[in-house]
């Protein structure tokens, strides 16, 4: 595989693409995001949720095989809340029998209702990338960003922004690698902006 095999398409939410980018999911987030403690069913659900709402989603494609995705829009994080609302028994059941999410999500919760919290100045938001990278196939997370871009030039949106967990070191660089620009930080996360 090298970077010219890499095609950019638009990401339908078809049961087939759910399933590939379902399963990246968990191939690629670490154990600290919540959703990947969801089960496919869950998981299919909370993409499709994403992808109905969302204005820009794309997958990258290698030889058949999507080896990366993008989605982003405005107001993702009411999708979210519907979507747990919608879901509430069974988001309950994956918190419950994964404590350590318990004390992060209350903290979340008593941030918001306590301190007036911080909100991005960018509208549109990069909602969740992932890609595979390896020796033989690179700058897959690059094109993905490069086609959102074009995108958001085309529709006269000249500023977006994203945010990162702390920890996650290797995105942090490679957002800063894109052009972002640090913007503020919460407990956990780092929020970035950028303007094209």
Avoid: W
């Avoid at 990258?60 to 995705?69: K, L, Q, S």
């Avoid at 894109?178 to 902006?193: A, H, N």
């Amino acid at each position: 595989m090298i970077n010219n095999e890499i095609k950019i398409e638009i990401l339908s939410n078809d049961q087939d693409s759910l399933k590939q980018i379902a399963k990246l999911h968990k191939q690629l987030f670490d154990r600290d995001h919540f959703t990947t403690t969801f089960r496919e069913g869950l998981l299919l659900n909370y993409f499709n949720a994403l992808l109905k709402k969302s204005q820009f989603n794309y997958k990258a494609i290698v030889e058949e095989e999507i080896v990366g995705y993008l989605i982003a829009g405005k107001n993702l994080d009411k999708v979210l809340s519907d979507f747990s609302r919608q879901n509430f028994l069974k988001v309950f059941y994956y918190l419950v029998n994964n404590p350590k999410f318990i004390k992060e999500k209350i903290l979340e919760l008593l941030r918001k209702i306590l301190l007036n919290s911080q909100k991005s100045s960018a509208e549109m938001r990069l909602f969740i990338i992932a890609a595979k990278h390896s020796k033989d196939l690179k700058g897959v997370g690059k094109k993905l960003i490069q086609q959102l871009e074009r995108d958001l030039l085309q529709n006269n949106i000249t500023c977006y922004g994203l945010s990162v967990r702390k920890h996650n070191f290797k995105a942090i660089e490679f957002y800063q690698q894109q052009g972002f620009v640090e913007e503020f930080r919460t407990i956990k996360s780092i929020y970035f902006i950028k303007n094209l």
